[in-house]
């Protein structure tokens, strides 16, 4: 049964309520005080935190094409620019992480902080029993601050969030990925049998379906450890697929779903709404799909023509200019302003659990997984069809053979899975190296970025630890380079 959330008016109108429990009163300042809300309206909080999702999957329709996460989709390229293409050739990005700090992970924070303190604890029940609140809170916390280390690399983390006005030194990612794996396996063994969370539009408060979640993101982060530090994540990813409730299995997706009436797809928005369209499929990725004869292409793009990466302005204007069939992303304009986008699904963790089988870290089936994967990637996308997949499972490029290169399939059916998700797939691709992936021709660098640099607001708001972090991604002797590596990039 798939699972999966949705927004309504409704849950806005109850977020209004809540307004001033979620007040940012300086911009930039990552660290609110929970202490400060007498009465928060935990279930409208909670609604808030997961109301945004998508914007994590793909946001390019509220940054016109230059958002976090669909500057990681440039640089894994599921995506290329139309017009100016300066993020798609590596210019320096300057994206603040205000929004997360201040917003939802604040959010999820008040609903810890008013659960857990015993003069407001019992007045929280009425929102779901306190275990279950604080349980999925954090959950979701890991969620976000995953999204933010991964493109980072240290922040503010431990210290974070307890309003002590934004000032705090960066903990080593080393350091917060081992709390990852503690939260969240202290989450799952949290939840009780009490009232289910008020204003879950994740899961309706099947308790269930958030220990699956968990157990999924517990184990895509232990792969993510695959080159810095293979023994724990393989121990992790173990525990993560031994952890009650297990992880997501055929056809238990998590996803939003959209009701229409002011609540759109993000993609149906920015075709419909946007006055210049900055943003296109891959010919990098359109190709790969082409090449394998993929029947995901009719799902992910709008037409096969994919866009060139990383070539000038010039030549991309002229080459859209010839080319109006470009592919759009999903079915461009034509996308169901209803159609519903994926936050985590089956698919990519049958996959993950075949990398982690041919890695020697399980002893489950390799082929059964990988083969399991790209199936439930088809059935999600609704392009499935028994002899047309018999005949793609087939080909010497896709069919698994028991050999070196089996990593290498695997890996690049991980990235094809993760699309649209610019973070997860560029992840994958930084610490795999699959597929091959190169700079276009007008790039400025003759490398791929490996991380964001801090944003102009950490560095005005908390200068100087923001400037100790920056020294340890020094690359060619300029501090928190682009080029630098996160913790668990290694090669």
Not at 153 to 175: C, M, R, T, V, W
Not at 263 to 279: C, D, G, T
Not at 440 to 461: D, K, L, M, W
Not at 471 to 482: F, I, M, P, T
């Amino acid at each position: 049964m798939k699972k999966n959330y949705s927004r309504s008016l409704l849950f806005y109108c109850i977020i209004f309520l809540a307004i001033s429990c979620s007040k940012i009163d300086e911009f930039g300042n990552i660290n609110q005080n929970p202490a400060g809300n007498s009465t928060p309206v935990t279930s409208a909080l909670l609604t808030n935190a997961l109301s945004m999702l998508d914007q994590d999957v793909w946001d390019a329709w509220i940054t016109d094409g230059a958002g976090l996460t669909t500057t990681c989709g440039y640089y894994c390229q599921y995506f290329a620019q139309l017009s100016y293409p300066e993020i798609s050739n590596y210019a320096r990005p300057n994206i603040n992480w205000d929004k997360y700090y201040a917003g939802r992970l604040y959010d999820l924070q008040v609903i810890i902080n008013y659960n857990t303190n015993p003069a407001t604890a019992a007045k929280a029940t009425i929102y779901g029993s306190n275990n279950n609140q604080v349980a999925v809170a954090r959950i979701l916390k890991v969620y976000l601050f995953s999204l933010l280390t991964d493109c980072y690399g240290d922040l503010p983390y431990f210290n974070a969030l307890q309003g002590d006005n934004g000032i705090n030194s960066f903990d080593k990612q080393e350091d917060i990925y081992k709390d990852f794996f503690q939260e969240l396996s202290e989450a799952v063994d949290q939840f009780d049998e009490g009232n289910k969370p008020v204003g879950d539009i994740l899961f309706n408060g099947d308790i269930d379906q958030w220990k699956k979640f968990a157990n999924s993101l517990h184990a895509l982060l232990a792969l993510r450890l695959s080159n810095a530090d293979a023994a724990l994540g393989k121990a992790e990813f173990n525990i993560a697929l031994g952890s009650a409730g297990g992880v997501f299995e055929a056809g238990e997706n998590a996803q939003v779903i959209y009701l229409g009436s002011g609540q759109y797809n993000e993609v149906y928005n920015y075709f419909a709404r946007s006055s210049l369209l900055r943003i296109g499929v891959s010919k990098t990725f359109t190709d790969w799909l082409i090449h394998y004869n993929d029947s995901r292409i009719n799902a992910y793009a709008s037409s096969s023509v994919g866009i060139p990466y990383g070539v000038t302005h010039n030549d991309v204007t002229n080459w859209v200019n010839a080319n109006g069939d470009w592919a759009r992303l999903l079915q461009g304009a034509a996308t169901n302003s209803t159609d519903p986008l994926p936050v985590l699904t089956a698919a990519e963790i049958y996959l993950a659990r075949a990398e982690a089988a041919q890695r020697g870290w399980t002893t489950e089936s390799v082929t059964a997984l990988y083969e399991q994967g790209i199936k439930e990637s088809w059935q999600y996308w609704k392009v499935n069809n028994d002899s047309t997949f018999k005949t793609y499972m087939q080909q010497p490029g896709i069919a698994l053979a028991n050999n070196a290169d089996d990593l290498q399939k695997i890996c690049e059916q991980e990235w094809a899975a993760h699309y649209p998700n610019g973070p997860r797939g560029f992840n994958d691709w930084r610490r795999t190296g699959f597929p091959n992936l190169i700079p276009g021709p007008a790039s400025i660098a003759s490398s791929i970025p490996r991380r964001f640099p801090y944003g102009g607001n950490t560095y005005g708001t908390n200068p100087d630890n923001t400037n100790a972090a920056a020294e340890r991604y020094l690359v060619n002797g300029e501090k928190d380079s682009q080029w630098g590596r996160v913790w668990w990039d290694k090669d």
